[in-house]
């Protein structure tokens, strides 16, 4: 595939190509097409030979080329493979358009200080487990670790001291980064409010700015309650101490705390070990 896309980048021979597409032709004739020079138009022919694209054959004192369409089938089935990859229904490329979406419009209504307070998403999920399983999952850091990042991210630095005044620390990288070449992809502190064992918990958590400050202060409320096949979870996440810079944080809070809670259940669901 590479020898093929080497020979179709030069523009010279990409027309050869188009006009092998019409019929085969002798190099005389195609350099003349072509404006190009006989010994010249020969290299590139061989280059497009060599690449399985095109075969020759000597006709007298003559030299034809045919174009051979199998390598520009499987090349064009290779980049709709790849398109349809990237355009799958709700894979990452739609989040992408959708997490856009949302960052022009908060951009747009981050005029002031305090634009975005009061601002209230509310999350649900029916988990496999018990109360008192779903409970370790929210709160001790081995098991946070796991699943309290958004896609294509992984937790680099993680604090939850499950106690009321409890310090909270969570910082995350790209998680093909195994190196840590790339800047922090996010860091949040806070501290736990409310911790009632499989019933309630409650913190507040700020993101910071690229210069330390906090965007927001994040008021999350998890409320846990047992159910016939295992436990209902609701959450409330509310806003308050917004600052102008925030937009970008507030616009991806939809897409990536619910991503989290996806990975949270397919947890329970998938690992009955944990």
Request: proline share 7%.
């Given at each position: ?41 020969t ?11 095109v075969?020759?054959q ?7 080329y ?21 355009e ?14 949302g ?15 009061e601002?209230?998403f ?11 399983r779903?409970?370790?999952q929210?709160?001790?850091p ?26 909270i ?12 070449a ?16 499989g ?76």
């Amino acid at each position: 595939m590479d020898a093929l896309l080497t020979a179709l980048a030069d523009p010279a021979r990409w027309r050869l190509v188009a006009l092998l597409a019409e019929r085969p032709r002798p190099v005389g004739v195609l350099a003349q097409l072509a404006g190009a020079r006989q010994p010249q138009t020969t290299k590139h022919l061989q280059t497009l030979e060599r690449a399985g694209l095109v075969t020759s054959q000597r006709s007298g004192q003559r030299r034809v080329y045919a174009l051979r369409s199998a390598p520009l089938r499987e090349l064009a089935a290779g980049l709709t493979r790849l398109a349809d990859t990237a355009e799958r229904p709700e894979g990452p490329r739609a989040t992408y358009e959708r997490y856009g979406a949302g960052l022009r419009e908060e951009r747009a209504a981050a005029g002031e200080p305090g634009w975005a307070d009061e601002r209230a998403f509310a999350f649900h999920r029916s988990l496999a487990g018990s109360p008192e399983r779903v409970w370790r999952q929210l709160t001790e850091p081995p098991l946070l670790a796991r699943w309290w990042t958004p896609d294509d991210l992984r937790v680099s630095e993680l604090v939850f001291e499950a106690r009321p005044g409890g310090r909270i620390v969570l910082e995350y990288r790209e998680a093909e980064d195994a190196e840590g070449a790339d800047p922090v992809a996010g860091r949040a502190e806070g501290a736990v409010v409310d911790v009632r064992p499989g019933e309630h918990l409650g913190y507040r958590l700020s993101p910071l700015l690229p210069g330390g400050g906090p965007a927001f202060t994040a008021h999350v409320d998890f409320a846990l309650r047992p159910s016939g096949t295992g436990t209902e979870l609701d959450v409330r996440y509310r806003i308050t101490d917004s600052t102008v810079a925030s937009a970008d944080f507030v616009a991806g809070i939809e897409i990536g705390f619910g991503q989290c809670l996806d990975h949270l259940a397919a947890i329970l669901t998938t690992d009955p070990h944990d």
